[in-house]
């Protein structure tokens, strides 16, 4: 089973500002099938990133992401108001468990 | 527009069973594996399992193997997630999603309430 290990837990920033954060797997993601999702509060997740570099359909180019084997990483160039939320980082490329990472608070500075 | 819509928020018993669905629209229901997670009260995603709908191939994942049981319906395009008796712990929020590469649509969730 893939452990996977998301730092920081939370990232306080401003808007404007740049993100970073990191997703860690105790495994080698097959084929870099890692995908990283956003979640505001009460709603369901969102996809931004599959395959750990490609874009899902309408995300804005500010958001990117970039790895392989067992570090990846999301990167938000230019904080906008509507991005202050929890990230989530998944691998789906090896069973019995397409593991979701512990998540990433990013809240307002 | 491609939507996966699930059936509404549930209160039960301890010892009830129940079957929540999550009904596809928009795109051919058989092509995408569907998958449902778990998210506890003020807690992160859980992945529980998947089907393919077009075979009704299932994995589940080891933490809910035995408690849980995912099926589908191809012909009204409807995938289900079913308990045979409900315990407090199994109060949550549950999500249903597409998944070609990484999960592109999901469900609004249905929130599940057990309490005596």
């Known amino acids: 089973e893939i452990v996977l290990t998301q730092s920081p837990g939370t990232l306080s920033l401003s808007p404007g500002e740049r993100a970073t954060l990191s997703c860690r797997a105790s495994q080698s993601v097959s084929s870099s099938y890692l995908a990283w999702y956003l979640q505001k509060p009460g709603q369901a997740p969102r996809l931004l990133i599959y395959?750990?570099?490609r874009r899902a359909t309408g995300i804005p180019d500010r958001f990117s992401g970039s790895g392989s084997g067992t570090d990846f990483t999301l990167t938000i160039s230019r904080l906008e108001p509507e991005d202050f939320a929890v990230y989530y980082c998944?691998?789906?490329?090896?069973?019995?468990?397409?593991?979701f990472g512990p998540g990433t608070k990013v809240d307002i500075k | 527009e491609v939507q996966l819509v699930q059936s509404g928020a549930e209160v039960k018993k301890p010892g009830e069973s129940l079957r929540i669905s999550c009904k596809g629209s928009g795109y051919s229901f058989s092509s995408y594996w569907i998958s449902w997670v778990r998210q506890m009260p003020g807690k992160g995603l859980e992945w529980m399992g998947r089907i393919d709908p077009s075979e009704s191939y299932i994995n589940y994942s080891p933490s809910f193997q035995g408690h849980v049981t995912i099926s589908a319906d191809k012909s009204i395009s409807t995938a289900y997630l079913q308990w045979s008796s409900l315990k407090a712990s199994d109060s949550a929020m549950y999500y249903c999603?597409?998944?070609?590469?990484?999960?592109?649509?999901w469900g609004q969730g249905t929130t599940v309430t057990v309490s005596s």
């Open positions: 395959g750990a570099s």
């Open positions: 999603a597409r998944h070609p590469h990484g999960m592109d649509v």
């Open positions: 998944q691998q789906y490329g090896s069973l019995p468990l397409f593991t």
